[in-house]
């Protein structure tokens, strides 16, 4: 245990001074920034106004840019290692597999959830400060729909690394995954609904394995049905499952595929030649 | 303390390790030579537990290294080639190494200030900002102040000048008793003073083992 922790301490003071780390925190708090100064919380349209209208913005605009975030920080992390043959130095040392690996883990997803979460705390701070009303219940559902998507990814990133041998492949890989769960997957099941070869249930449920669908359609979850910028897919699921149904697996699911690829990552790191 | 039995590593179609059989006992300070892609490192890497044989076994102290790593490594103590490019800062490192092996920090003050290494003035300092030198001695005074019943330094001195090489030498000098010390290396005169064993290996083989 006292090893876990070690690691994890470590690898989140290496990742905070990295510059990757930098540009990443810049580009979430930039985000809230440039939104206030645009004047944002002062407009409305489409039914949004104040702080919800600012966090609607931020989250959508963080569903493309935290997965390949997360996926081209992390998927370097133990194929970066292996690569430069610091795994093969920091592993002559009596720890376990286990602990270097879910410690690595660890360290990482608290270096990728946390600029995110202090992005959002920071607007709600100064909207607050601003007079403004704060949308607690979205803020809430955002906390916990940026916690399940920066697991999904997270698992995904380390389950690439601990297979591939080279960082380059890694980012290749993960480049992939990220174009084809943010636009090819939609555009090939489009496809298929047009072509009316399958019926729209089985459709809109491969469509809600993607951890990036799920999350697109919760975040929008908490306003009003009838709105034009739901869209008819959107629309559908909400009227077909109860929102706090639907709410519960954007959360939960996510989380899951997470642990799922985590852990099938340290199988084949275990099983496989370490160097 | 070291048994390696008709060790067989194969990376695709090549072989690496071709049924390798051999002992390394207490007090064997051995030099292993060898031309490049002869084993040498192999043999190393799978002693240390990092390769899944596809044939034959290799058992530390009467243990599985790959299943019983932990318990395994406690009692080896490993100095690569070519210093890793670690982000971590000296600090840092010798808190991983505290923790993780239960090294004291003074004692890797103390093996780093017999290597002249300046240690105190450089603790913020990320790794692999130092010199290839001063990395190099780093991992040594590391390596010494592990105790271990093992030591494996692979081409110790490639990076040393002349009188680092003579702090090593003089550092290393009675640390052979009850211990196995494993020189990996191409320069034979470099070791040869410390050495008791010459292991020649070629192709994946062992085809050379002489007591001196």
Known sequence: ??????????????????????VYSLVFGGLIALFFIAGVTESQVMGFSGLSRLLLMYIQITIIILPIFILITTV????????????????SFPISLKEYYWGKVIGRFI???????????????????KGAEIPWAIFFLYTGLLFALSSAFLGIAFFISSFVKSSEVALGI?????????AFIDIALISLMMQQRFNEDL???????????IFRVAAISLFDPELTVMGPVAFYILDTISQTLFVLLSIVYPVIVGLIFSFLGFKIFAKKDLV | MIEVKNLTK???????????SIKFNRDDAIALMGANGAGKTTLIRSILGYYHPDGGSVLVRGLDPIRERQEVLKHIAFVPQLPPPIKLSIDELIQYIEVSAEVKRETILHYANEMKLDIETNIKKSFFKLSGG?????????????????????????????????????????????????FVTHRLEEVESLVNR??????????SDERI
């Open chain 1, 1 to 22: 245990m006292k090893n876990l922790r070690l690691i994890a301490f470590l690898d989140l003071k290496e990742s905070i001074r990295a510059k990757w780390f930098l």
């Open chain 1, 76 to 91: 370097r992390s133990i194929s970066g290692d292996r690569d430069s043959h610091v795994l093969e130095y920091m592993l």
């Open chain 1, 111 to 129: 270096t990728v959830y946390l600029p995110v979460i202090f992005a959002m705390i920071i607007a709600i701070i100064y909207g607050a400060f």
């Open chain 1, 174 to 182: 993960a480049f992939f995954i990220w174009i084809f769960l943010l």
């Open chain 1, 203 to 213: 459709i809109i449920g491969i469509a809600l394995m993607n951890p990036m669908e």
């Open chain 2, 10 to 20: 194969k990376f695709g179609s090549t072989v690496s390790l071709d049924d390798v």
């Open chain 2, 134 to 182: 001063m990395k190099q001695k780093l991992l040594i005074a590391i390596a010494l102040s592990q105790e271990s019943e093992i030591i494996i330094f692979d081409e110790p001195t490639a990076n040393l000048d002349p009188k680092a090489r003579d702090d090593f030498y003089r550092l290393l000098d009675g640390k052979g008793e009850d211990r196995v010390l494993l």
């Open chain 2, 198 to 207: 010459e292991v020649y290996m070629d192709l994946g083989r062992v085809v």
